[in-house]
């Protein structure tokens, strides 16, 4: 699996605060998906819609203001290889709420 940052992590990922409002490190078998995730997002100012329907649907983004694409996508990003057995299932996603090495 893949988790997607745009943070240099040494360690292991930490649960954050999620756009789900839980504390939750996120992964995907979907790796263009990770690349998205690898942008800069805050769940406090969404700047872009996005809707994931799985590895087998497009990926749909659309900004809600101008110049977000930059905004979000304009950084450094991260992809990592994380292993299935720290996650489950949560819709299209896969989420742990523990660190995950």
Do not use: C, W
């Not at 992964?27 to 994931?52: C, N, Q, S, V, W």
């Amino acid at each position: 699996m893949f988790h997607g940052s745009n943070h240099d992590i040494k360690d292991q990922l930490e649960p954050h605060i999620s756009f789900d409002g839980q504390p939750y490190v996120y992964g995907t078998h979907d790796f263009a998906y990770a690349l998205i995730r690898a942008g800069k997002f805050d769940p406090e100012r969404p700047l872009i819609k996005e809707d994931y329907g799985g590895t087998l649907q497009p990926i749909t983004l659309v900004e809600l203001q101008p110049n977000a694409f930059r905004e979000t996508f304009d950084t450094v990003g991260y992809i990592y290889l994380v292993s299935n057995e720290y996650f489950t299932p949560l819709g299209n996603d896969y989420v742990s709420n523990s660190p995950v090495p």
